[in-house]
């Protein structure tokens, strides 16, 4: 067999490799052709800036808690927030008025709630209603409001009563800094401590009128009224 390269064989060659350069030459470049990326869409926040979550009890930051002793339960953030809001919950049942069933709700579906407004922080559940029908001003006696002022400043600022907004909801309760304060993660250990320690935490009896405690609920009170 000769192994000589005929003439024909050159040409026919040249002329194959030169048709795949043609078609590479009218093909577009990857890098032209690809769609531009767009950027992630972040997810939807609720006032006080923590993720609104879509649903409870499943691929949620949301889940039903106890309140213990009460025999209650609410959906919450879990975690931190839980930890701050049930101790609100707490001192509420025991030193305000007591909780029932229906007078506690927790996380709500954000298509039912005001985005505008301090109620979609429901919606991320890092709020709490209690007693949802009184949301007008004036729904507390003078005492009761002293002991709720006591609770708040417990909470060193974390949490914020809608009785304080613009707009008057005095059955709301919600976490008042973003979710990246260290200040909620302080504020939830001392809780957590609290509740593991006899004789400390919800329910105890503690002197609403003394001095000191008065001092730091008007002070705060000033403050959270002014904002």
């Not at 979550?53 to 209650?72: C, F, H, M, Y």
Request: hydrophobic share 40%; with cysteine.
């Amino acid at each position: 067999m000769s192994n000589r390269i005929t003439r024909r064989t050159v040409l026919r060659t040249a002329a194959i490799t030169g048709g795949i350069a043609a078609a590479g030459s009218v093909l577009p470049a990857a890098s032209a052709s690809a769609a531009p990326r767009r950027k992630p869409k972040r997810p939807a926040i609720s006032a006080n800036g923590w993720t609104i979550q879509a649903n409870k009890d499943r691929d949620s930051q949301i889940w039903t808690r106890s309140v213990g002793a009460a025999g209650l339960s609410v959906a919450l953030w879990i975690g931190d927030v839980e930890a701050i809001l049930l101790h609100v919950v707490r001192r509420f049942h025991y030193e305000i008025e007591a909780i029932q069933g229906l007078d506690l709700a927790g996380w709500c579906e954000i298509g039912k709630l005001d985005k505008r407004l301090p109620e979609s922080n429901l919606a991320s559940g890092t709020a709490i209603r209690i007693r949802p029908g009184a949301r007008a001003k004036g729904g507390f006696f003078p005492m009761q409001e002293l002991v709720l002022r006591d609770v708040l400043a417990e909470c060193g600022g974390t949490v914020r009563w809608g009785g304080d907004d613009r707009e008057v909801d005095e059955s709301l309760f919600y976490i008042a800094i973003g979710p990246h304060d260290e200040q909620v993660r302080t504020v939830a250990d001392k809780f957590r401590g609290w509740e593991a320690t006899p004789g400390k935490g919800a329910g105890v009896d503690v002197d609403v009128l003394s001095p000191s405690r008065r001092s730091r609920a008007e002070s705060l009170a000033s403050v959270q009224r002014s904002n």
